[in-house]
């Protein structure tokens, strides 16, 4: 009985991808939906200088895992090797949509108009006409969803004039983040000698990315509807469908990229992004992805702490007041540590010898630091709770004068 409903399953999803437009979907038959994804087996773990590092049978050419909460690296395999990142280019093309919403500078709601560059465009697409109108919000669907290229270029044109103009748009905040081995010729992922990125710096941007949580309504939808029900939507990344936790957030297949994806997902606060790129097949990168993944999540936690109880007050020199109070606020997302070891974390506060006025509320005077074991695994800063004013000779003169006063 469960195997024919399962069959079932995988025969309706199948005739919902041929019933959508024909070219609609990024792959062919292996993105139909298919809950037996195969996981890379992991061999063992090996002891390295900062931490655990999984040794994994991975089926890709390039890989790697960090933890969302700090982008701290946890796994790499030929993480800098340049390689075509095929549609996983769109999520920088997202970023940069979702920028442009946060600032204003387009809305949801937005009507826009497709232009003959981009209905002609070529690739996964959902089949925009010269002239038809869709709102930004169901532009967006299509390009987290379906990975449509023309939906990205009518996006991209609206956003930056031309699909040129956004490119150089994409480039710059490459740079931006430090992406050092990425340059892109296209916002929609085509093969391109030009067009080139690394598992690091998709990783960067995976991250840059998510700091929108806006932006997980799209990626995490597993089917939808365009034109009144008339086109339907598949997600090409079936994780978000079969993983626990999948937050997104983006595949990719080209002839020069082979199988890509950029994986993210969020257990108990931890927060994950897997990368491979240039796997053989669909279920290989799937089944690299979650290796990935599972490896992350069974070896490390999100913990959050709290700051230390002494933090001052700190001397202050030439100011209007002798010492100054001390606040630290701990990351946000907590700090990641490995598993069971909650117990052995411990803080250090360390402080500038002596600082002088005059001094703004929220200034840097320390650090501190957070060890697992007497290892370093995070820091933040120590700032100054109030400003100090410098002493001068005219508020000297009046703080003398007010003492005289109260005596008298």
């Given at each position: 009985?469960?195997?024919?409903?399962?069959?079932?399953?995988?025969?309706?999803?199948?005739?919902?991808?041929?019933?959508?437009?024909?070219?609609?979907?990024?792959?062919?038959?292996?993105?139909?939906?298919?809950?037996?994804?195969?996981?890379?087996?992991?061999?063992?773990?090996?002891?390295?200088?900062?931490?655990?590092?999984?040794?994994?049978?991975?089926?890709?050419?390039?890989?790697?895992?960090?933890?969302?909460?700090?982008?701290?690296?946890?796994?790499?395999?030929?993480?800098?090797?340049?390689?075509?990142?095929?549609?996983?280019?769109?999520?920088?093309?997202?970023?940069?949509?979702?920028?442009?919403?946060?600032?204003?500078?387009?809305?949801?709601?937005?009507?826009?108009?497709?232009?003959?560059?981009?209905?002609?465009?070529?690739?996964?697409?959902?089949?925009?006409?010269?002239?038809?109108?869709?709102?930004?919000?169901?532009?967006?669907?299509?390009?987290?969803?379906?990975?449509?290229?023309?939906?990205?270029?009518?996006?991209?044109?609206?956003?930056?004039?031309?699909?040129?103009?956004?490119?150089?748009?994409?480039?710059?905040?490459?740079?931006?983040?430090?992406?050092?081995?990425?340059?892109?010729?296209?916002?929609?992922?085509?093969?391109?000698?030009?067009?080139?990125?690394?598992?690091?710096?998709?990783?960067?941007?995976?991250?840059?990315?998510?700091?929108?949580?806006?932006?997980?309504?799209?990626?995490?939808?597993?089917?939808?509807?365009?034109?009144?029900?008339?086109?339907?939507?598949?997600?090409?990344?079936?994780?978000?469908?079969?993983?626990?936790?999948?937050?997104?957030?983006?595949?990719?297949?080209?002839n020069g990229a082979g199988c890509c994806l950029s994986a993210s997902a969020t257990r108990d606060g931890l927060g994950l992004i897997a990368v491979?790129?240039?796997?053989?097949?669909?279920?290989?990168?799937?089944?690299?992805?979650?290796?990935?993944?599972?490896?992350?999540?069974?070896?490390?936690?999100?913990?959050?702490?709290?700051?230390?109880?002494?933090?001052?007050?700190?001397?202050?020199?030439?100011?209007?007041?002798?010492?100054?109070?001390?606040?630290?606020?701990?990351?946000?997302?907590?700090?990641?540590?490995?598993?069971?070891?909650?117990?052995?974390?411990?803080?250090?506060?360390?402080?500038?010898?002596?600082?002088?006025?005059?001094?703004?509320?929220?200034?840097?005077?320390?650090?501190?630091?957070?060890?697992?074991?007497?290892?370093?695994?995070?820091?933040?800063?120590?700032?100054?709770?109030?400003?100090?004013?410098?002493?001068?000779?005219?508020?000297?003169?009046?703080?003398?004068?007010?003492?005289?006063?109260?005596?008298?």
């Amino acid at each position: 009985m469960k195997g024919s409903k399962r069959r079932a399953a995988a025969l309706a999803a199948g005739l919902l991808l041929m019933m959508a437009p024909a070219g609609a979907a990024e792959t062919a038959w292996e993105e139909i939906p298919n809950a037996n994804i195969p996981a890379a087996v992991i061999a063992r773990e090996v002891a390295e200088a900062g931490g655990m590092q999984a040794e994994l049978s991975l089926p890709v050419k390039s890989a790697i895992l960090i933890d969302q909460n700090t982008g701290t690296v946890r796994y790499e395999k030929n993480a800098d090797q340049p390689l075509p990142p095929a549609s996983i280019t769109k999520i920088m093309s997202l970023l940069l949509f979702m920028e442009a919403l946060e600032s204003g500078k387009i809305g949801l709601q937005d009507t826009v108009t497709c232009s003959e560059v981009a209905a002609g465009f070529g690739g996964s697409q959902i089949w925009l006409k010269p002239g038809e109108e869709m709102t930004v919000e169901e532009l967006l669907k299509a390009v987290a969803v379906q990975s449509a290229n023309d939906a990205t270029v009518c996006l991209a044109e609206y956003v930056a004039g031309s699909e040129t103009a956004f490119v150089q748009q994409m480039n710059q905040k490459a740079a931006e983040l430090g992406m050092e081995n990425t340059h892109f010729a296209c916002c929609a992922g085509l093969d391109n000698e030009e067009h080139y990125s690394t598992a690091r710096d998709i990783a960067v941007m995976s991250r840059a990315l998510l700091q929108y949580p806006g932006i997980t309504e799209y990626t995490t939808i597993w089917m939808d509807t365009l034109r009144g029900g008339a086109t339907s939507l598949v997600n090409t990344n079936r994780l978000v469908r079969f993983y626990q936790g999948a937050t997104g957030l983006k595949t990719g297949t080209t002839n020069g990229a082979g199988c890509c994806l950029s994986a993210s997902a969020t257990r108990d606060g931890l927060g994950l992004i897997a990368v491979v790129l240039g796997a053989a097949n669909s279920n290989d990168r799937f089944a690299a992805a979650r290796a990935l993944l599972d490896w992350g999540f069974a070896n490390y936690a999100a913990v959050t702490i709290a700051p230390p109880e002494t933090l001052g007050p700190l001397t202050v020199t030439h100011g209007t007041e002798p010492v100054v109070e001390l606040t630290a606020q701990p990351p946000a997302g907590g700090i990641v540590i490995p598993k069971g070891q909650r117990d052995a974390v411990s803080q250090t506060v360390t402080l500038t010898e002596q600082v002088q006025a005059p001094l703004a509320a929220g200034t840097e005077v320390g650090t501190v630091t957070v060890t697992v074991d007497g290892e370093a695994v995070a820091s933040y800063p120590v700032v100054t709770a109030a400003p100090v004013q410098r002493m001068t000779f005219a508020r000297a003169f009046a703080r003398l004068g007010q003492g005289l006063l109260a005596v008298g």
